[in-house]
């Protein structure tokens, strides 16, 4: 079945959007941002995601061997590539480690265990290169430059993304009959840094992803994960058009307001998650495709008529989310997915609540 939001959202325009990521898609397997333009592997995931949702299986299917077919020895990914070659070779673990999402994506929907074998070579190898570079107090460095320089310090966004990705690999190995401990005791640390250390990451709070971004991930749940939401929601969302993508400026991204609706859905506010997949759907075109962004009110597009598969991409999984669709219409709410060891230190009298502090805040 093919996902539809009623009211918002039919089945046949779900179905043309994801057409209008096939469309872009090379021969390959690759799928770049816009046509002409490059293609990163985590959002190339997503938009294979995309594909797998309304049952594109033969082209998704391309873009995961793609992903195997460039695989670097240590099992990281470059940053950016076009139809040539190489255009960024900086390593992004945040990028490495999406094709664990999307292999389970690609499981769940399918069933099909064949395909999880096939992928499971290079997500494992994916895992253990991001692994490498977790920090002490839990967090994971962003990247290497392309001189295999380590930047000293991580990303809360990058960190939470990881962290999902994580229990989706573990849920992989515990499906293919694998033991990964360390993973396992991996998640727990970064779980704990996402929820309760914001110390460990690089300042971002101008940022939207860097708010709903833990609630995403799974890290913060129930009260914390509301509590998150709703102390920022005022700072990141234009009433009646959708997510900024940074608080200081007046600039709407479909792809942030699509993942927070998936954030939303997650944390259980399904009316507010509805409210924000019907204001992204003005930057909708005739296609299917949607406008990466819009800057307000001035209606100009930004970049300037840019059109991207990624957004495309998140639009689909987040109607997939709301509509409860197919089998993997769930993965962003963590169903089916391990939860972490709790690495929370209790108070000596009392567990101390979850909490985390919300952006701009005092810490």
Not at 9 to 37: E, K
Not at 188 to 204: E, N, T
Not at 212 to 236: D, K, M, N, Q
Not at 310 to 332: C, E, K, N
């Amino acid at each position: 079945m093919i996902p539809e939001v009623p009211g918002i959202l039919s089945t046949a325009q779900v179905m043309q959007t994801a057409q209008s990521i096939a469309d872009l898609q090379h021969p390959d397997g690759m799928i770049p941002w816009f046509r002409g333009g490059h293609c990163d592997p985590w959002n190339h995931v997503e938009a294979a995601m995309a594909l797998t949702t309304c049952g594109f299986d033969a082209e998704a299917d391309r873009a995961y061997q793609w992903l195997v077919d460039t695989q670097l020895p240590d099992g990281s990914w470059f940053n950016y590539y076009v139809a040539s070659g190489v255009k960024d070779a900086r390593l992004d673990t945040n990028v490495c480690a999406y094709l664990a999402t999307g292999a389970w994506h690609r499981y769940i929907s399918t069933g099909e265990i064949e395909g999880l074998e096939e992928l499971w070579p290079a997500v494992e190898a994916g895992v253990d290169f991001v692994l490498r570079w977790q920090r002490n107090d839990g967090s994971v460095r962003w990247s290497l430059d392309a001189s295999g320089f380590a930047e000293e310090y991580a990303l809360l966004t990058g960190s939470s993304s990881i962290y999902h990705s994580l229990r989706c690999a573990i849920a992989c190995a515990e499906r293919l009959g694998h033991e990964r401990p360390d993973w396992e005791f991996a998640a727990g640390r970064l779980a704990h840094a996402v929820a309760h250390d914001p110390s460990a990451f690089a300042p971002k709070v101008e940022f939207a992803m860097d708010w709903y971004y833990p609630v995403l991930s799974g890290a913060l749940t129930g009260h914390a994960a509301r509590r998150c939401i709703e102390g920022s929601w005022s700072t990141f969302v234009m009433e009646g058009f959708g997510v900024r993508c940074v608080s200081t400026g007046e600039w709407v991204t479909a792809a942030e307001t699509a993942e927070c609706v998936l954030a939303l859905d997650a944390a259980g506010m399904s009316d507010a998650a509805r409210r924000l997949f019907t204001w992204v759907q003005a930057l909708r075109n005739e296609d299917g495709s949607y406008w990466t962004g819009m800057v307000y009110p001035e209606e100009a597009t930004y970049p300037p008529l840019e059109r991207s598969t990624y957004t495309a991409g998140a639009i689909v999984l987040a109607a997939d989310a709301l509509s409860r669709t197919t089998l993997a219409s769930g993965l962003f709410r963590g169903e089916g997915l391990p939860t972490h060891l709790d690495l929370t230190e209790p108070a000596p009298e009392a567990p101390v609540e979850p909490a985390y502090p919300l952006p701009g805040s005092a810490s």
